[in-house]
């Protein structure tokens, strides 16, 4: 059997706010195998970015154990886990989160500045992902000449630009038309028949379509974890 | 992340907010330019007097009667001090007493006015020796002679005038044989000396200088004198010379406690220190003002630092998200308010040395000064280096608290 890239048992979550505790992952369990491509749904308030952040080590849980390749991600430091976040993770986020008066080059480039890749490979890496979004005729502009879905495709080459294991997409089309949304979720499936490992969240069942499998979440809580037959194929977008 | 990078990427921030930037260093451009324009115009001042002392020769000793003045008022009094007779002048002319003595004048200062034919001209009176006068100030005659020995001993009636003292009353003709008034009495020219301008604070075309026999004995009624002036035969002999003084002095006024002596001396040497003391004290002074201006511009970058802190709350979250360390987010807004504050103290010096140079031009161009400009390369130095500590020291807190953000609190931040 192969051996799960991320591994989560009983993870819990709980916050303590002002009006009391919140319990935001009440035990939540699964694996995630290398080249998997999952979609993790759920109403707002499910608890399904918490489980992201725990799972792209931008929080800890309260309780529960989380192995990465195999190691407890709960003893990592840390510098340990910026480290993981940058060499072994890549974020798309709903927002984009760009630097604004920035060049697209060099917001592709950023992830490579925190890297202990040779600077004098960086043009090279950031190029090679700006193509692969189809963006090399806007390399030099600066993000905020961008239309919205160009914006998510300079984050997307962002997250690629260190070559990670896992692309995390949290709600990468929550801010899109449904066209420039079909060809972000393609460029994910493309990255996906590549070997990359990706983990989608999302409320639209419409485009958890785009994965092997769909993890529902609700109240804190793993509802459904299943296969999807036939998912959906790149260049079939429609809404 | 190198330090390289940290420092390219706070460049990058610093230039999305140009203007902010630049109002944020305001504070700190102009405390440094103010200490450069400190530091220019206090050494400018100190070369403007030690060129004007230089004048007064290397090797020349003033003695004083009364105690050494302290103050303006302390220095008037000195008018009426009597401890510095005939007798005194007689045992400092001793050889065995003063061996390095080569010249010796006593002078008495005359207050008052010139006149001739009924106008009257505000001077510089002294009852001094001509000789010693025109070879301290290192005057020419422009015509006639100096009075010497002879007309000392006889207490004659001659006056030597400057140059502005001849413009007034004779600017058509030869003064020398003509009689001028000082308080009644008529003083007949001698000589006069050529323009030569100020040394030493006096201005010497406004002096006129007669024996100061005469000028005790019939404009004065004083058996006592202002000062006393001495040339050493060599500036290395002015300490030993001074010494011997102070000794040949005591013994005359019967003092055995230094404490007591009711002479000082003044040296060109001692009131260079003095005047050195006085500057150095003021720059000080007001480099201390200036410094609390720095602190209150260091206070007005950590405020924008820390609004830059939370404005970019969005930008610090995502940078954490692709792999940066707390160390490089501290690292790259400590940068920020290190860039920030070092150009401003760049900018402050540069700012700080063209009013220098502009300073220079106008008390030279229209106060008449004979003003140098400087720059002390050690205050651009120190300027700078201080800006630098401005901004570690109001750049670590705004910077702690960056690298303190939670990444996911960052990018929830709307």
Request: glycine residues 8%.
């Amino acid at each position: 059997m192969q051996k799960p890239l991320i591994s989560v048992k009983d993870i819990e979550k709980t916050y303590n706010d002002e009006g009391g505790e919140t319990r935001a992952l009440r035990g939540v369990s699964f694996d995630v195998n290398p080249g998997e491509f999952i979609a993790i749904m759920g109403p707002s308030g499910s608890g399904k970015s918490t489980l992201l952040h725990m799972l792209g080590f931008l929080d800890r849980p309260t309780k529960g154990e989380y192995k990465f390749s195999g190691r407890i991600a709960s003893n990592f430091s840390d510098d340990e886990q910026a480290h993981l976040r940058n060499e072994k993770i890549g974020f798309v986020f709903q927002a984009f989160n760009l630097l604004p008066k920035t060049s697209v080059l060099d917001n592709v480039k950023l992830p490579l500045f925190y890297s202990d890749i040779e600077e004098s490979k960086w043009n090279d890496l950031a190029t090679r992902a700006i193509n692969s979004v189809d963006l090399s005729h806007r390399i030099h502009h600066e993000t905020q000449q961008l239309s919205i879905g160009e914006k998510q495709r300079v984050s997307i080459a962002r997250a690629l630009v260190t070559d990670p294991d896992v692309i995390f997409a949290d709600e990468p089309t929550g801010n899109l038309d449904s066209k420039s949304g079909g060809l972000i979720m393609d460029i994910i499936k493309r990255l996906h028949y590549k070997g990359k490992t990706i983990i989608l969240i999302t409320h639209e069942t419409y485009t958890a379509g785009y994965a092997d499998r769909m993890i529902k979440i609700r109240d804190g809580k793993v509802e459904s974890d299943e296969k999807i037959e036939s998912s959906r194929k790149i260049g079939e977008f429609k809404k | 992340m190198k330090l390289y990078h940290s420092f390219k990427t706070s460049i990058i921030g610093l230039r999305v907010n140009r203007v902010r930037s630049l109002l944020t260093i305001l504070g700190i451009v102009i405390g440094i330019s103010a200490i450069i324009l400190i530091f220019s115009i206090g050494k400018g001042a100190e070369n403007l007097i030690l060129d004007q002392l230089g004048g007064m020769g290397a090797e020349t000793i003033v003695v004083r009667p009364g105690q050494e003045p302290k103050g303006p008022s302390d220095f008037a009094e000195s008018l009426f001090q009597d401890s510095l007779t005939t007798k005194d002048i007689e045992a400092l002319k001793r050889k065995e007493n003063v061996p390095h003595l080569s010249q010796i004048a006593p002078a008495v200062i005359v207050p008052g006015s010139v006149s001739y034919r009924g106008e009257t001209f505000k001077s510089f009176n002294f009852g001094w020796s001509a000789e010693l006068m025109k070879e301290m100030y290192d005057a020419e005659l422009e015509s006639g002679i100096v009075f010497g020995e002879k007309e000392i001993r006889n207490k004659a009636s001659v006056a030597i005038i400057g140059s502005d003292v001849k413009d007034e009353f004779f600017p058509y003709e030869d003064p020398v044989g003509k009689n001028v008034k000082i308080k009644d009495r008529n003083f007949k020219i001698v000589g006069v000396l050529a323009p030569k301008g100020s040394i030493s604070g006096f201005n010497i075309d406004e002096l006129v200088v007669v024996p100061y026999s005469t000028a005790q004995k019939y404009l004065l009624g004083i058996d006592y004198y202002h000062e006393v002036i001495i040339k050493a035969d060599s500036p290395e002999n002015v300490e030993i010379t001074v010494r011997d003084i102070e000794d040949t002095l005591r013994e005359v006024h019967d003092i055995t406690d230094s404490s007591k002596d009711d002479f000082f001396i003044v040296t060109q040497e001692g009131m260079v220190d003095q005047i050195g003391t006085i500057l150095s004290v003021l720059t000080i002074f007001l480099s201390a003002v200036v410094g609390i201006a720095l602190v209150v511009g260091g206070v007005g970058v950590m405020n924008i630092m820390l609004v830059s802190v939370t404005e970019r709350t969005r930008e610090i979250g995502l940078r954490k998200a692709i792999g940066a360390t707390n160390k490089d987010i501290m690292a790259q807004f400590l940068f920020e308010a290190i860039l920030l504050t070092v150009s401003g103290g760049i900018a402050g010096v540069l700012i700080g040395a063209f009013f220098s140079f502009l300073t220079a031009i106008i008390l030279t161009n229209f106060a008449g000064l004979d003003w140098t400009f400087s720059f002390s390369t050690g205050a651009a130095l120190l300027g700078i280096v201080v800006s630098a500590g401005i901004g570690i020291v109001f750049g670590i807190y705004p910077a702690k608290k960056a690298s303190q953000k939670s990444p996911i609190e960052a990018l929830r931040y709307e």
